[in-house]
């Protein structure tokens, strides 16, 4: 099978889904081709920070310019991927105070609206902050959706015109006559949605241009096509807690260091985050100490996170970029800005584009920069709509507050499916069929399932991204198998099989290393429930229990110490993590 398009798009991340959107409101033909679900890579791995610009005020104002006036746009076009909790940057009693000046001085001059506040001030704000608190700087800092709003973005493209393709690899770049001719992409079963149980097929997508959006594999990408782009990975741990202790973001108010930040998200509170170079961004070590380290650190900013329970712990790979020649030897001196490759430019290699480095914040920014490229080389005068059009749900933010209304807030069900739909809520929820709750953590209901089986297939991890089924605190153990019931009778039995594998095993890989305590008491629980009642035994790769780390640290003192429980850890060794002098995410 063949296709032609006027832009293909590698890569379902933030800044891929960004671009296809604003090239196809442009009126252009294009197809994106993402390898994984959409937020497989770096997109569905990081903080959920929707930065203020409080973050680079001091160390990259630039950044922090572009960060606030992106955070203006999204509140107002993405408004239901968006919760605007307010941020704090606060000083404890030994942080520097010079730090705190240039904090504050910083966000004046980038326009970044900032109060000071108190300690009591503070603490009246996020009452769980510990009493040390000298005095904070409230930011408007938010929490931000990734699935939600790469999801809306794909869609509005595909509304658009646009073709999306998940589970679609690019494994070569054409390259006919010394110009970028298009790509060749191996489906994982076929294209369009995923159907579990498909065989695969090849196909060459044909295009006038090609834009690289791979984030952290772009230098893969780039490689394909005979050019080189030194992406310099660099790796983070989040750890999910099972409670939202802060309604606030609560950064540290000091130079950067690992541990700093705190994010409410949903019904969690996320803490974040290291900086650590790596050298393939899907291969890299993910240990327990990192995890510990983020309690420990930031319970000296909120001390109930050492009581709480974990529920599952994650990483991310910036993909960070730096000009060639800079020799930076430190990741978190690498800059955070974006950076667009002309590899005709560059490389006399016509034909195809590559986009590096960058935020999560600042997509939207970074999608109209290479759309505006793209247009002028293919000789297209429209003109980006991307900061005025709302995405797809967050057409009109008081259908949000007449459903509130409507539901009396009564039902926190109708409430979170109504945050999450935004406007889309009549045309999901309206439905005559019985409508149970099929995940009570994240109170999920049948008819949201449905609705994102519709947009995603068999695939019930890209169901899981579109609706936070088995995202809360049991972590699925007692929802997989009602979310894999949902697929019956669409899917046949070895489909939904396959799917249902899939999802635990995705779920799992995330609790493995948060099992201590309550967490453990649950994990086995959870594992006794599917292996005895839904014989999920029967395929041991679903839980991988060789991919748990050692459980071996190297002490300070140069031995071995096996790590039992958090509270049982001592100092550790630095791992190779660096002083850090720059603001990271
Ligand atoms: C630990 C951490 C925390 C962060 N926190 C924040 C934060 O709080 N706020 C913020 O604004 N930013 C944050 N960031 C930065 C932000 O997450 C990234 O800059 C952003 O998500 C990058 O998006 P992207 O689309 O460029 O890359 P990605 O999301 O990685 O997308 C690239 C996609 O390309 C796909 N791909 C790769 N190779 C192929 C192929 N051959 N064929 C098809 N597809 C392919 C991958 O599967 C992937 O989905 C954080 C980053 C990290 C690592």
Same mark, same amino acid.
């Given at each position: 099978?063949?296709?032609?398009?006027?832009?293909?798009?590698?890569?379902?991340?933030s800044?891929?889904?960004?671009?296809?959107?604003?090239?196809?409101?442009?009126?252009?033909?294009?197809?994106?081709?993402?390898?994984?679900?959409?937020t497989?890579?770096t997109t569905g791995r990081m903080h959920g920070l929707?930065?203020?610009?409080?973050?680079?005020?001091?160390?990259?104002?630039?950044?922090?310019?572009?960060?606030?006036?992106?955070?203006?746009?999204?509140?107002?076009?993405?408004?239901?991927?968006?919760?605007? +909790?307010?941020? *704090?940057?606060?000083?404890? &009693?030994?942080?520097?105070? !010079?730090?705190?000046? %240039?904090?504050?001085? =910083?966000? /004046?001059?980038?326009?970044?609206?900032?109060?000071?506040?108190?300690?009591?001030?503070?603490?009246?704000?996020?009452?769980?902050?510990?009493?040390?608190?000298?005095?904070?700087?409230?930011?408007?800092?938010?929490?931000v959706?990734p699935?939600?709003?790469?999801?809306?973005?794909?869609?509005?493209?595909?509304?658009?015109?646009?073709?999306?393709?998940?589970?679609?690899?690019? +494994?070569?770049? *054409?390259?006919?006559?010394? &110009?970028?001719?298009?790509? !060749?992409?191996?489906? %994982?079963?076929?294209? =369009?949605? /995923?159907?579990?149980?498909?065989?695969?097929?090849?196909?060459?997508?044909?295009?006038?241009?090609?834009?690289?959006?791979?984030?952290?594999?772009?230098?893969?990408?780039?490689?394909?096509?005979?050019?080189?782009?030194?992406?310099?990975?660099?790796?983070g741990?989040m750890?999910?807690?099972?409670?939202?202790?802060?309604?606030?973001?609560?950064?540290?108010?000091?130079?950067?260091?690992?541990?700093?930040?705190?994010?409410?998200?949903?019904?969690?509170?996320?803490?974040g985050t290291?900086?650590?170079?790596?050298?393939?961004?899907?291969?890299?070590?993910?240990?327990?100490?990192?995890?510990?380290?983020?309690?420990?650190?930031?319970?000296?900013?909120?001390?109930?996170?050492?009581?709480?329970?974990?529920?599952?712990?994650?990483?991310g790979?910036r993909?960070?970029?730096?000009?060639?020649?800079?020799?930076?030897?430190?990741?978190?001196?690498?800059?955070?800005?974006?950076?667009?490759?002309?590899?005709?430019?560059?490389?006399?290699?016509?034909?195809?584009?590559?986009?590096?480095?960058?935020k999560f914040?600042?997509?939207?920014?970074?999608?109209?920069?290479?759309?505006?490229?793209?247009?002028?080389?293919?000789?297209?005068?429209?003109?980006?709509?991307?900061?005025?059009?709302?995405?797809?749900?967050?057409?009109?933010?008081?259908?949000?507050?007449?459903?509130?209304?409507?539901?009396?807030?009564?039902?926190?069900?109708?409430?979170?499916?109504?945050?999450?739909?935004?406007?889309?809520?009549?045309?999901?929820?309206?439905?005559?069929?019985?409508?149970?709750?099929?995940?009570?953590?994240?109170?999920?209901?049948?008819?949201?399932?449905?609705?994102?089986?519709?947009?995603?297939?068999?695939?019930?991890?890209?169901?899981?991204?579109?609706?936070?089924?088995?995202?809360?605190?049991?972590?699925?153990?007692?929802?997989?198998?009602?979310?894999?019931?949902?697929?019956?009778?669409?899917?046949?039995?070895?489909?939904?099989?396959?799917?249902?594998?899939?999802?635990?095993?995705?779920?799992?890989?995330?609790?493995?290393?948060?099992?201590?305590?309550?967490?453990?008491?649950?994990?086995?629980?959870?594992?006794?429930?599917?292996?005895?009642?839904?014989?999920?035994?029967?395929?041991?790769?679903?839980?991988?229990?060789?991919?748990?780390?050692?459980?071996?640290?190297?002490?300070?003192?140069?031995?071995?110490?096996?790590?039992?429980?958090?509270?049982?850890?001592?100092?550790?060794?630095?791992?190779?993590?660096?002083?850090?002098?720059?603001?990271?995410d």
């Amino acid at each position: 099978m063949t296709d032609r398009v006027d832009a293909l798009v590698v890569g379902g991340g933030s800044t891929g889904c960004g671009i296809a959107r604003d090239l196809a409101m442009r009126g252009l033909s294009v197809a994106l081709v993402e390898q994984g679900n959409l937020t497989h890579g770096t997109t569905g791995r990081m903080h959920g920070l929707l930065h203020s610009g409080g973050r680079y005020a001091v160390s990259d104002q630039a950044s922090a310019r572009e960060c606030i006036e992106e955070n203006r746009v999204l509140r107002e076009i993405a408004s239901h991927c968006v919760e605007m +909790t307010g941020g *704090l940057f606060v000083q404890l &009693e030994d942080d520097p105070d !010079e730090y705190f000046e %240039e904090k504050l001085a =910083g966000c /004046r001059e980038c326009d970044i609206p900032a109060e000071v506040l108190t300690a009591e001030e503070a603490r009246e704000r996020e009452p769980y902050l510990t009493g040390d608190v000298k005095r904070a700087i409230a930011v408007p800092d938010g929490a931000v959706d990734p699935f939600r709003l790469c999801v809306a973005n794909a869609a509005d493209a595909a509304e658009h015109g646009a073709r999306i393709e998940t589970h679609a690899k690019v +494994t070569d770049v *054409l390259v006919e006559d010394g &110009e970028v001719a298009g790509v !060749e992409v191996e489906h %994982e079963s076929g294209p =369009g949605k /995923r159907n579990h149980s498909l065989p695969g097929t090849t196909e060459e997508i044909r295009a006038d241009h090609v834009i690289n959006a791979t984030g952290a594999w772009a230098g893969r990408v780039g490689k394909m096509a005979g050019v080189d782009v030194e992406v310099r990975p660099s790796k983070g741990v989040m750890v999910i807690m099972n409670v939202r202790q802060v309604d606030t973001v609560v950064n540290r108010c000091r130079k950067k260091g690992d541990a700093d930040i705190i994010v409410p998200h949903e019904t969690t509170a996320i803490l974040g985050t290291t900086d650590v170079e790596v050298e393939d961004p899907e291969d890299y070590p993910e240990e327990r100490w990192e995890v510990d380290m983020m309690i420990e650190t930031l319970s000296e900013l909120v001390p109930i996170l050492d009581d709480a329970r974990t529920i599952r712990s994650f990483w991310g790979v910036r993909p960070l970029y730096e000009p060639p020649g800079t020799g930076t030897t430190d990741p978190t001196d690498i800059t955070r800005d974006f950076f667009l490759l002309d590899h005709e430019d560059r490389d006399s290699l016509p034909g195809m584009t590559s986009i590096v480095g960058g935020k999560f914040t600042t997509y939207r920014m970074m999608a109209e920069k290479i759309s505006d490229h793209v247009c002028a080389k293919l000789g297209v005068s429209a003109e980006c709509r991307t900061a005025e059009e709302p995405l797809p749900g967050s057409e009109d933010f008081s259908v949000l507050r007449d459903y509130m209304d409507e539901f009396g807030l009564r039902s926190p069900i109708g409430r979170r499916s109504v945050q999450r739909l935004g406007s889309r809520a009549d045309d999901v929820l309206e439905t005559t069929d019985p409508n149970p709750t099929v995940c009570d953590c994240e109170a999920v209901t049948r008819a949201e399932i449905q609705d994102a089986i519709d947009g995603s297939g068999s695939d019930l991890n890209a169901v899981r991204i579109r609706t936070r089924a088995s995202m809360g605190n049991c972590q699925g153990g007692f929802c997989c198998h009602r979310m894999a019931n949902e697929l019956h009778p669409r899917y046949d039995e070895p489909t939904v099989s396959e799917a249902w594998d899939e999802l635990v095993q995705e779920r799992w890989k995330g609790e493995r290393h948060a099992l201590w305590g309550e967490g453990l008491s649950q994990a086995a629980l959870n594992y006794q429930l599917h292996a005895t009642t839904m014989s999920l035994d029967r395929t041991p790769e679903i839980a991988d229990f060789g991919a748990f780390d050692s459980g071996v640290e190297t002490a300070t003192d140069g031995g071995e110490r096996t790590t039992g429980s958090r509270s049982s850890s001592g100092p550790r060794s630095d791992g190779g993590r660096t002083e850090r002098g720059r603001d990271g995410d």
